[in-house]
DNA sequence: AAATTTCGATACGGTGTAGTTTCGCAACGC
DNA sequence: GCGTTGCGAAACTACACCGTATCGAAATTT
């Protein structure tokens, strides 16, 4: 009997082979990207599109939520950086950072399963909310709070409301917009400048 | 050869039963809003659930997608009505239909197919834009620009903007909450008056 | 070398659905 | 009454996928 570096047991016979994960988890996020909702992602695809047996597959997870809450956790919620100069300018690095996102595959992944399947999968749900909501709820939260220290906004501002609104109309943009109108680059300054201009005279 | 009402030819033989397409288009949007999506939909329990034969709905549908793009045309628009005193309430009687919508199934019906299967159902998302967004769109930015005009809010506002706001944090809200968290009531109302006076001191 | 475990591949029985066809009956115009 | 068409029910063929089992080869410990 060995010990690994990590100082676990390792069993003797062949080991699990990483590459072969790495591929069905790749496997599974990709056709996620491509539009598959979980239920019709199929085992057999997801093997078959790994090069890998359905074996394989069964040997490591019970079941297809699994291997997709596993996949999910893959996709780290990228760092949106807080470094500005100002409450305004990293309001704005906040939301182009989402809108340069939602062109990537692996994002566009995350935000089809959270707005179509994540009722019906709760444990996809519980996965989605810490990958990638709570970051950057947490993110924005304390980007207004900040704000609202410093003086740049004011001191008794509904937080919450306030990420919604930002946060929202991101999405709204994103989700909604006609098939082929284009977004404008400087959304994300238009929106947080409107949001904390206001819309009265 | 006789021709009813309407002018139309009517053929000869058993007239085809407005019960049974009725049955079928309730029965499929019910399952929808029980969270079946388009994939897991299928015609063999749409006809049981209807007490339908399965001839009864090929003979009216070629496919899954017309049925359920019919259906959700059944769907009528629920008209937010305009006829407020000021802007600022217009717009939260605005937001408040929209949130009380939310908890309606029905309506939980035509969400889920937009979030979710718009992107691999191109007519469905086009009968959706149609059906829900537009007139929604349509109303909430006749709203703004009569804001605009009376001088209750300011002239040079970006509307699409405003709209994305608006919609977006009611949106944001209603599908992104954590799961028991409650929605407080005057939610429109405290969206509404954060998006009309801004952030800044 | 022997034992053990995983590998990809393939095959298996079982289930669910698609879409078609057939049946006997019902509803309509002629 | 007759011809036509729609009706619900059932049977049918054809897949796709499930989850398991089996295979010979490969990788690793003992």
Not at 77 to 105: N, Q, Y
Request: net charge neutral; charged share 30%; aromatic share 4%.
């Amino acid at each position: 009997m060995v010990t690994d570096e990590m100082g676990a047991v390792r069993t003797p016979g062949r080991p699990r082979s990483e590459k072969a994960e790495k591929a069905i988890i790749d496997a599974t996020v990709e056709m996620i990207a491509e539009g598959s909702g979980v239920s019709e992602l199929s085992i057999e695809a997801i093997a078959a599109r790994a090069g890998v047996g359905k074996t394989t597959i069964y040997r490591r997870w019970a079941n297809k939520e699994e291997l997709v809450v596993d996949a999910m956790a893959t996709l780290k919620a990228p760092i949106p950086e807080p470094g500005g100069v100002s409450a305004r300018d990293d309001l704005v690095s906040f939301l182009a950072a989402i809108l340069k996102e939602t062109g990537h595959p692996r994002h566009r992944c995350i935000m089809n399963l959270a707005m179509s399947e994540s009722e019906r999968f709760p444990h996809l749900l519980e996965r989605f909310r810490e990958i990638a909501i709570q970051p950057r709820q947490a993110a924005l939260r304390s980007l207004l709070r900040r704000g609202a220290q410093t003086g740049e906004l004011r001191a008794d501002i509904d937080v919450e409301v306030a990420m919604a609104t930002l946060n929202g109309a991101m999405v709204y943009f994103t989700k909604w917009r006609d098939k082929d109108e284009v977004l404008s680059p400087d959304l994300p300054e238009r929106i947080v400048d409107q949001v904390l201009t206001g819309l009265r005279p």
